[in-house]
């Protein structure tokens, strides 16, 4: 991509991004940005209306009666994003591919952890970890995000988010709060996932386009695997195909959730298509956590 028009897309996405992020967090939502970055400080005896999530199960054993955790808050938080950039983000039947809802996405929360003064960094994964950017903070560290997000180009084209979570067990030390952006075209990660999960505040940001839920009527039809180039030729006229493709469709979705669910993670559904301002879905989700 030529120098120019890059630095006119960084502007464009970093411009619309930072207007989201104002939107995003105002009022109490920033309240969201606690929980996991706390640092132990004492216990005392449950009261009415605690999270019943900080209840010390050792000391509430040996008296009898309920005590909880109670926390300070540390100033400076982690914020991570991981980005799938494998192959099968870059599909869309609207307007735009996945990926360039994944970039907006990205941009939007790295403005809204700077602005609430933490460091955020960056992990692009395929079946490797294409590129690491160690949280920092500021808007130079913001711009150097939105730069990779819109100019990058995988070396590898497959998923493997298991790869991508252990290197985030592994690398990142700190407890952090972690946004993984995915299609999750993947379902070999729950023993990796739990681990984050106990270790990390994550959320999944699971991206789908609308055609993925249903097929459409539109007779024969040569479908290409982007990560593996296989071709298939569907026949989606026929009822009981297309009958098949959404139960095989309906039992993929259980099963993530139910990685999600066992490994205490938070899943957000962005659908292309239905879901592009995702602003809302965002802000619901940071107020009910906030809460």
């Excluded at 952090?176 to 994550?202: E, N, P, T, V």
Aim: proline share 2%.
């Amino acid at each position: 991509m030529e120098v120019n028009e890059l630095l006119r897309k960084v502007r464009k996405v970093e411009l619309k991004s930072r207007d989201m992020s104002r939107l995003l967090f105002s009022g109490d939502t920033l309240s969201f940005f606690k929980g996991r970055g706390m640092s132990f400080a004492e216990v005392r005896e449950y009261q009415y209306s605690d999270d019943v999530r900080f209840i010390d199960w050792n000391v509430t054993a040996r008296t009898g009666v309920p005590f909880v955790k109670v926390y300070e808050e540390e100033r400076e938080l982690n914020v991570i994003i991981m980005v799938d950039v494998s192959k099968s983000s870059f599909f869309g039947t609207g307007t735009r591919l996945k990926s360039e809802l994944i970039t907006e996405m990205s941009a939007v929360l790295a403005f809204s952890a700077v602005q609430n003064n933490d460091r955020v960094g960056l992990i692009l994964f395929s079946d490797k970890i294409e590129l690491y950017i160690p949280p920092s903070k500021g808007r130079n560290q913001i711009l150097r995000i939105i730069r990779e997000m819109v100019n990058f180009r995988p070396e590898n084209k497959n998923t493997d988010i298991r790869k991508a979570l252990r290197f985030l067990n592994t690398v990142i030390k700190k407890n952090s709060i972690c946004f993984m952006l995915s299609d999750f075209q993947d379902d070999l990660f729950g023993a990796q996932m739990r681990i984050a999960g106990r270790k990390h505040d994550l959320i999944a940001i699971h991206i789908e386009d609308k055609a993925e839920h249903q097929l459409p009527d539109v007779g024969m039809l040569i479908a290409v695997d982007p990560e593996t180039n296989e071709e298939f030729v569907l026949d989606t006229s026929d009822p009981a195909f297309r009958t098949a493709y959404q139960k095989q469709f309906e039992a993929r979705k259980k099963k993530l959730q139910k990685i999600f669910g066992e490994s205490k993670v938070d899943q957000i559904e962005i659908t292309m298509g239905e879901d592009e301002n995702f602003v809302r879905k965002l802000l619901y989700f940071f107020k009910s956590r906030a809460r």
